[in-house]
Every structure is written in structure tokens, then in C-alpha cells.
């Protein structure tokens, strides 16, 4: 009986150990961290950081195999996060430069810590990220006028391809025309995809009033010219269609567009001589010629249509540039026109 006792003690002993054996076997070994070390000459190292002693760190790279980088060359060293950062054997950094194309932005936020400025032929911009998903611009032109605010609030969803956003700008003349220009522009958007491949559709309500001109007041007006008002408010609808494809480690094909559609107030002045002047020998005085002036006015609707296809070449995490050849197009009344608007952009993380 004690031998049957010892028999079943060992085979349960032998037992326990196969299957602890076996769950030892099925636990996944953990994938060893990733990191992308970039030098002050800009070179980038993609590898496992396997000894780091203050002085030098030893990455052993799927290319190049172990190698010693100095840490005194070294200008950052960044954890790869994501599989999707490295793009054809390079990393491609998905931080807030992801979040625009040329004028308009996406729906990813641009992450707290994230800032960034850009700079642009007209003038330059930048933004601050106060939330992981709030950021606040200021953007103006190399005259320091106009000034425009700039807020974006993004709204994720359980569909992590799946973003909205609201945002608006609000803008001044500035010291030009003396503080009495003013407008806004204010909009929804929908992005679908991640922040290396997406499309983004977007609408929105604009408006503007330059204050730089008055604009004559309608009715018949005799021996005089005509009052005059304030240039009054021109509204319009927005729209854009934007998207974002990735064609190599470092470049990537940027469409961007926007549209207006919008009403314009026109006048009409019809100057009518009604007795010419003369010299009247009589009374030796010069007598003025009367004249009545007929205003009128009309409200002339007109399509704008910006395209915007470009390349953006991202040299490192921090720096960006981007060339788009851009074409404007107003199209109404019979006075239909286009002219180019090409457009070069420099983008730098702080």
C-alpha cells in the first residue's frame, strides 16, 4: 500500500511539472524595445540598445549589426512605439507635422508636448498644444498683420482610423487699415485613416470685412457725389478635400483643397449730365453743369476653388519641407480668371 502511496505521489509530481513545463513553452517571450538614434550630422540608427554606460551606447542594428555610437554625437534617441514607424527599413516619425497638409489640418490632435511652427512665403505660424487634444495657434504674415487665432479641438472614437474635429480662426487687420478689418472662419472635419495615410473632408462657414474701403449708398443723388457706408460684411460656405499618402521612408504626396462659395456686393453708378456748364457773359460767372447720379446695387455670387497637390520630404522628427503647386480659381458674373500660387513651407518641432 505504501508503494501504490509513492507510485501516484511521483507520476502527480511528473505531471505538474510537463504542464508547467508546457506553460513555461506557451508564454510569449517579450519582444526586445526599439529605439531610432539620430546623430548631429542627421544619421539615423534603427536597433536594440544593448549597454549604455554614460559615454557610448552599443545598438546592435538589423543592418549594420553591433555598433558603438558616442554619446557626444548623438542629438536624440527616440522609442519606437509603433511597428508603422519604420518605413522601409527607416523610421518615420508620426508627430505633429501628421496633422496638416498645406492649409487646412486633419482631425488627429497634435499631442500635448508636440509643438510646432510653421513657416511659409507668406508668413509664418505656430502652435501649441495645451491638451492631447486642444491646440491654439497664432498665424499672421511677414508684416505682422493680419493676426490670426487659431483653435482646433479633436474628438476621437472607438475606430482609432476614425476622427472628427471642430475648429475656427479669427483674424484682425491689424495696425493695416486701422483695426477695422475683421473675419472668421469656423468648421468641421472628418478624418479617416492614421496619421501617415488619411483623408480628411471638411465644411465651414467663413466671413470677412476688410475695412478698407466705404461703398456709395443706393438712390438718385443731384449735384453731388453720391454718401458713402462702411464696405459691408461678404459671407461664405466652405468646403475642402485633403488626404495624405506616404511614398517612401521620408516623403509623402500631400493633396489639400479648399473652396468658397460666395456672395459679393457690387454698385453701379450712372453718372447722367443733365445741363452742361457755360460761362455767363451777363453776369461774368461761371456756371456748373448739373449732373444726377443713379446708384444701384446687386449681389453677384461667385465660386473660389483652391487646389493644392505637393510633396512634403521630412528630414527628421523636427524638420520638415513641403512644396505645393498650387492654382486659384474664381469662377461668376462673367469675370471667371485663374493665376498659380505656388507654395513652399518649412515645418519645425519645439
Excluded at 27 to 32: A, D, G, L, Y
Excluded at 81 to 98: A, H, L, M
Excluded at 256 to 279: A, H, I, K, L, R
Excluded at 290 to 302: A, G, L
Amino acid at each position: 500500500m505504501k508503494t501504490i502511496k509513492i507510485i501516484v505521489f511521483i507520476s502527480l509530481l511528473i505531471s505538474s511539472i510537463s504542464a508547467f513545463a508546457q506553460n513555461q513553452d506557451t508564454v510569449p517571450s517579450k519582444e526586445p524595445e526599439r529605439y531610432v538614434i539620430t546623430k548631429q550630422n542627421g544619421n539615423e540608427y534603427i536597433g536594440v540598445i544593448l549597454q549604455d554606460d554614460g559615454r557610448e551606447v552599443l545598438i546592435e542594428t538589423v543592418k549594420l549589426g553591433k555598433i558603438y555610437i558616442p554619446k557626444s554625437e548623438i542629438s536624440s534617441i527616440v522609442k519606437i512605439e509603433n511597428d508603422k514607424e519604420i518605413v522601409f527599413g527607416e523610421y518615420r516619425s508620426s508627430g505633429p507635422f501628421t496633422t496638416r497638409y498645406a492649409f487646412t489640418t486633419n482631425s488627429h490632435p497634435v499631442k500635448k508636448g508636440e509643438n510646432y511652427a510653421m513657416l511659409n512665403l507668406y508668413g509664418p505660424e505656430v502652435h501649441f498644444a495645451v491638451l492631447d487634444n486642444l491646440s491654439i495657434g497664432v498665424m499672421s504674415t511677414w508684416i505682422a498683420s493680419p493676426m490670426v487665432l487659431a483653435l482646433k479641438y479633436s474628438v476621437k472614437t472607438r475606430n482609432p482610423k476614425l476622427n472628427f474635429s471642430v475648429g475656427t480662426l479669427m483674424g484682425s487687420s491689424g495696425y493695416l487699415y486701422s483695426f477695422r478689418g475683421y473675419g472668421g472662419l469656423h468648421w468641421a472635419s472628418i478624418t479617416y485613416g492614421d496619421r501617415m495615410n488619411n483623408i480628411s473632408l471638411s465644411g465651414g462657414y467663413a466671413y470677412v470685412k476688410s475695412g478698407s474701403n466705404e461703398t456709395p449708398i443706393e438712390g438718385i443723388y443731384y449735384n453731388r457725389d453720391p454718401d458713402k457706408m462702411p464696405s459691408p460684411l461678404t459671407p461664405a460656405v466652405m468646403f475642402s478635400l485633403a488626404g495624405v499618402a506616404k511614398v517612401g521612408a521620408k516623403a509623402s504626396f500631400v493633396f489639400d483643397s479648399m473652396g468658397f462659395v460666395f456672395s459679393f456686393e457690387e454698385s453701379d453708378q450712372n453718372y447722367v449730365e443733365t445741363s452742361p456748364s457755360y460761362y455767363d457773359e451777363i453776369s461774368g460767372t461761371y456756371v456748373n453743369a448739373q449732373y444726377t447720379i443713379t446708384v444701384t446695387k446687386k449681389i453677384s455670387q461667385y465660386l473660389g476653388l483652391m487646389l493644392m497637390p505637393g510633396f512634403r520630404f521630412q528630414k527628421n522628427q523636427n524638420q520638415a519641407f513641403q512644396v505645393s503647386l498650387s492654382g486659384v480659381s474664381i469662377i461668376g458674373s462673367g469675370d471667371d480668371f485663374s493665376f498659380p500660387m505656388p507654395m513652399c513651407s518649412w515645418f519645425y518641432r519645439f
